[in-house]
């Protein structure tokens, strides 16, 4: 006996958006500047961003209607070291 697979439909996909796929492209690169090999001035506008201290991250989250707090516990689970500035942050003196 064979039992039939049958395709399950899936819904089409949503249409292009140039302001959502400019948005998705500024977090991935702020995602990649909080990469170990990221130059040490990058990764520290990277951190700043990830924590809002200058309010773009709420900004661009409520843009894409996104709860900001979700998204910086999200990142912070995969980076911990955002939750609390490195003296090389401090030491770089990165306008914020």
Do not use: K
């Not at 949503?14 to 090999?37: T, Y």
Request: include cysteine; charge should be negative; hydrophobic fraction near 40%.
């Amino acid at each position: 006996m064979t039992i039939a697979n049958t395709p399950t439909p899936l819904p089409p996909p949503a249409p292009p958006d140039p302001e959502r796929d400019l948005i998705a492209a500024i977090f991935r690169q702020a995602l990649a500047d909080l990469r170990p090999s990221a130059a040490p001035v990058a990764h520290a506008t990277a951190m700043r961003f990830w924590r809002g201290e200058r309010g773009d991250l709420a900004w661009w989250c409520e843009l894409l209607d996104l709860d900001t707090q979700q998204v910086q516990r999200r990142i912070a689970q995969r980076y911990p070291e955002i939750v609390r500035p490195t003296q090389l942050e401090m030491d770089l003196e990165v306008p914020s």
